[in-house]
Nanobody, 117 residues
Framework: QVQLVESGGGLVQPGGSLRLSCAAS????????MSWYRQAPGQVREFVAS????????NYAADVKGRFAISRDNAKNTVYLQMNSLQPEDTAMYYC??????????WGQGTQVTVSS
């Protein structure tokens, strides 16, 4: 059974930092592309960052590039999202996504990030 469990969300002041984690199980993690998406209230879910198979390359949305960093630990089956210089517009539910070697997509339940003073 595939599971993606996000953690690390919370309330942070503008300019602050958070580190999200996504613990994965039930599929071959090291052969899967792992991504983070986010969805703000009333908005469509949008891409944030991806770490491609074995972590050889990464990709970021334009508005987070230089502030966010995705990384993965294939030994722990975990992907991270380090978020720095957070702004109110980063407030959203953040979701972990796995795209397996068979091109099947899985989603976590999400972790809430709120940036507010």
């Amino acid at each position: 059974q595939v599971q993606l469990v996000e953690s690390g969300g919370g309330l942070v002041q503008p300019g602050g930092s958070l580190r999200l984690s996504c613990a994965a199980s039930g599929f071959t993690f090291r052969r899967s592309a792992m991504s983070w998406y986010r969805q703000a209230p009333g908005q469509v879910r949008e891409f944030v960052a991806s770490s491609f198979r074995a972590g050889a390359s990464t990709n970021y949305a334009a508005d987070v590039k230089g502030r966010f960093a995705i990384s993965r630990d294939n030994a722990k089956n975990t992907v991270y999202l380090q978020m720095n210089s957070l702004q109110p517009e980063d407030t959203a539910m953040y979701y972990c996504n796995a795209q397996t070697e068979n091109d099947v997509d899985y989603w976590g339940q999400g972790t809430q990030v709120t940036v507010s003073s």
